[in-house]
């Protein structure tokens, strides 16, 4: 069992960056994708940005350009520095690792971070 904690979310003013942290409970970090989602009020949970084992990064198009994740294995943490806010990027952001075959697979989640931007 993997145990992830967010931190970082707040206010922001439009314009205005957070970054976000994941720190993970157990070792090898580095055997899981980490994955950044987002959850807004009525709508589905979405990615935002992934960074897989080998770390290849991928970001949905509403924040491409504007957020960078970024993982650290020797401190246990995935990152999200995430730039030029806007109001339709508030929601509960979520860290998820992820390996889906092999040893250490499993699919776990954090509790989630509030990310409020005002305009």
């Known amino acids: 069992q993997v145990q992830l904690v967010e931190s970082g979310g707040g206010l922001v003013q439009a314009g205005g960056s957070l970054r976000l942290s994941c720190v993970g409970s157990?070792?090898?970090?580095?055997?899981?994708?980490m994955g950044w989602y987002r959850q807004a009020p009525g709508k589905q949970r979405e990615l935002v940005a992934l960074?897989?084992?080998?770390?290849?990064?991928n970001y949905a198009d509403s924040v491409k350009g504007r957020f960078t994740i970024s993982r650290d294995n020797a401190k246990n943490t995935a990152s999200l520095q995430m730039n030029s806010l806007k109001p339709e990027d508030t929601a509960v952001y979520y860290c998820?690792?992820?390996?889906?075959?092999?040893?250490?697979?499993?699919?776990?989640w954090g509790q989630g971070t509030q990310v409020t931007v005002s305009s």
């Open positions: 998820n690792a992820k390996k889906t075959f092999g040893p250490y697979q499993g699919d776990y």
């Open positions: 960074v897989t084992s080998g770390d290849m990064t």
């Open positions: 157990r070792a090898p970090f580095s055997v899981y994708n």
